[in-house]
């Protein structure tokens, strides 16, 4: 267990999750759903997804500018959000919703990666809301939102190891392993590969964005991931949407 105190949440869940004492004592109020999917199967390894991204290419194109996209509520609350409880400049290091909107609005195409991660990137742009995937065989139960201490190695995906300076506001593990620079950069080690069966995935809120937002964040990917099993590209099974807050 880490050296924090931590207060556990109420509740029985699929997900356990805690909060570091000190993201009170840090003013960081933060709200999270989780989605536990087991049992999944990639049944064919040539498909396409057009039929789901479409629609949502021509809504972005329609509702959104390059110059108003920024003034999206949502979008707007996690910039807030990266400013003043992360120190981190929104217009280098955008919230991930807003980054693949911003592809989208500058003609560029959202890369293909695999069903799953296909499912909740196009969730993530139909609803702004920022989502990370991890493969639930590599992490250790619960999960913590915490802040970091000293020199706590991360190794994001595609990048070299490095440390994170003291008090980066990270998603780990029980073992201390850090899974996510919340919310917007994963690790390497639980990244979900084509054979990973059982994962959790996570719709990380902020206290503006409340649990009906991030519930429908989940409920979007569901309707994409049910589309692709109705074509028989994959297959699933599934608990229920769980929220967590501190």
């Known amino acids: 267990m880490h050296a924090l105190l931590d207060k556990e949440l109420k509740g029985t869940y699929m997900v356990h999750a805690t909060f570091s004492q000190d993201l009170e004592s840090s ?34 194109n329609d509702q959104f500018t390059l110059t108003d996209v920024k003034l999206q509520p949502i979008i707007a609350a996690y910039r807030q959000f990266y400013w003043k409880s992360l120190h981190v400049d929104p217009t280098k290091i955008r919230p991930a919703g807003e980054a693949l909107i911003r592809r989208i609005l500058h003609k560029k195409p959202i890369p293909k990666i695999s069903p799953f991660v296909d499912a909740y990137n196009w969730a993530s742009i139909a609803t702004c809301v920022a989502m990370g995937a991890y493969d639930l065989n590599q992490v250790k139960l619960p999960l913590h939102f915490r802040l970091t201490q ?40 639980s990244l979900i590969q084509p054979k990973t ?43 229920s949407f769980e929220y967590h807050e501190n």
């Open 197 to 239: 069966k059982t994962m959790v995935l996570i719709a990380y809120g902020i206290s503006e964005i409340s649990q009906e937002i991030l519930f429908n964040a989940l409920d979007r990917t569901k309707t994409h991931l049910d589309w692709l099993s109705a074509h028989d590209i994959i297959r699933y099974s599934a608990g």
């Open 150 to 189: 000293e020199n706590e190695p991360f190794q994001p995906i595609g990048k070299p190891s490095h440390t994170l300076p003291p008090k980066t506001l990270i998603t780990s593990d029980s073992a201390n392993q850090i899974l996510c620079q919340y919310p917007y950069r994963d690790s390497q080690f």
């Open 27 to 60: 003013h960081i109020y933060l709200r999270v759903a989780t989605w536990e999917i087991s049992s999944f199967e990639w049944l064919q390894k040539e498909y396409s997804f057009e039929d789901v991204f479409s629609p949502i290419i021509d809504r972005i």
